[in-house]
């Protein structure tokens, strides 16, 4: 196919194709989170995952590994502080950052998930 008809077709890409399994993807895996954790988003648990393993992050390094923008990451950080899961305070370094720390409760929910996360990666292979 040339790259002309590759912009006539898309959908019979590979970048196409791939898009539409992260998708697809996507809504099979916050249809099943919905039933364990109604309220909590995938995103949600992305970054409470990645915040576990580097508490001390920051918000672009989030948004660059979800791939989210800034805006983004900061409204789904407030959703989180707002469902208790993470707290936030103002960094006294620099009155422009926040500190930002995963709570028992959003530590207790990434415990509980854990072999959903499992389930959905082995599903997602296969």
């Known amino acids: 196919m040339s790259n002309k008809e590759s912009f006539l077709y898309p959908d019979q890409t590979l970048f196409y194709s791939i898009e539409k399994a992260i998708k697809l993807y996507r809504r099979y895996a916050q249809a099943r989170l919905k039933q364990m954790y109604p309220g909590l988003t995938i995103d949600q648990l992305l970054i409470l995952s990645k915040m576990e393993q580097n508490e001390d992050i920051s918000h672009v390094e989030l948004s660059q590994l979800i791939f989210k923008d800034i805006a983004s990451i900061s409204r789904i950080l407030s959703s989180l502080e707002e469902k208790k899961l993470l707290q936030r305070k103002l960094n ?28 959905n990666r082995a599903g997602a292979l296969h």
């Open 92 to 119: 006294p370094a620099n009155k422009r950052r926040f500190l930002t720390r995963i709570t028992p409760k959003g530590r207790e929910v990434l415990q509980k998930l854990a072999p959903f996360v499992s389930q």
